[in-house]
């Protein structure tokens, strides 16, 4: 844990514009970056637990072979790369 003096200096630099919490980009302040921060983990966790692991890391293979051009389901298609979307299970 940081201490106050540590906490007071990282926040002027987030009050700054600069991101000093990973995962808190956007955040004006220590604590607002420190709560998007936990949001956006705490997002992924979700559905990880919505789909399983197995159809959460599929959905990354996915996801990883989208371009500027091209979303990740048109790539798969076109370049006949296997996506098991079988592992995508629903509660």
């Known amino acids: 844990m940081a201490?106050?003096?540590e906490r007071a200096?990282?926040?002027s630099k987030a009050r700054q514009g600069e991101t000093v919490v990973p995962g808190?980009?956007?955040g004006k302040s220590l604590e607002a970056q420190e709560h998007l921060a936990e949001g956006r983990s705490r997002g992924g966790q979700t559905r990880r637990e919505q789909i399983g692991t197995e159809g959460y890391q599929e959905m990354g293979r996915k996801g990883g072979l989208s371009t500027?051009?091209?979303s990740g389901g048109e790539r798969v298609a076109?370049?006949?790369i296997e996506i098991d979307e079988s592992k995508y299970r629903s509660r």
Request: proline share 0%; net charge negative; aromatic share 0%.
């Open 68 to 70: 500027l051009d091209q």
């Open 78 to 80: 076109q370049e006949g």
């Open 9 to 11: 200096e990282l926040d």
């Open 24 to 26: 808190g980009t956007g």
């Open 3 to 5: 201490s106050a003096q």
